[in-house]
């Protein structure tokens, strides 16, 4: 199997890209705390479900799971950003463009490397 890599351009973040980016990154954490506390505030025991209620927990369970997930890479991206890492491929090291940190500000690879690694962020 081969892969076709597109020619990068070179990314720099101008000082008011990082302010909004870390903005974004820092409204998203809030609504994923939010969400998490939400989530834990309706969470029963599982034991004290009818079998057709354990459906419905089976599923917030999974929205808590994936909010983690993301909440942890939000907090990634804010490191990186501190230790002024941020906006480069976790895998290669060329820069992520901008159009795409705009997207999912706390991207971790480049378009070739995320399809490579088959990964959600």
Not at 25 to 49: I, K, M, V, Y
Not at 95 to 116: D, E, N
């Amino acid at each position: 199997m081969s892969y076709t890599f597109a020619v990068l351009e070179e990314v720099k973040l101008d000082p008011e890209d990082l302010v909004a980016l870390r903005g974004a990154l820092r409204a998203e954490r809030a609504f994923r705390l939010e969400q998490l506390a939400h989530l834990a505030g309706t969470w029963p025991s599982l034991d004290d479900l009818p079998a057709d209620q354990q459906a419905r927990e089976e599923v917030l369970a999974a929205l808590a799971a994936a909010a983690q997930m993301v909440l942890t890479d939000v907090d990634a991206a804010l490191s990186r950003m501190d230790a002024g890492e941020y906006g480069s491929c976790r895998l290669c090291d060329r820069p992520i463009p901008l159009a795409c940190l705009r997207i999912l500000p706390h991207a971790r690879y480049c378009g070739p490397c995320h399809q490579l690694k088959g990964t959600g962020s």
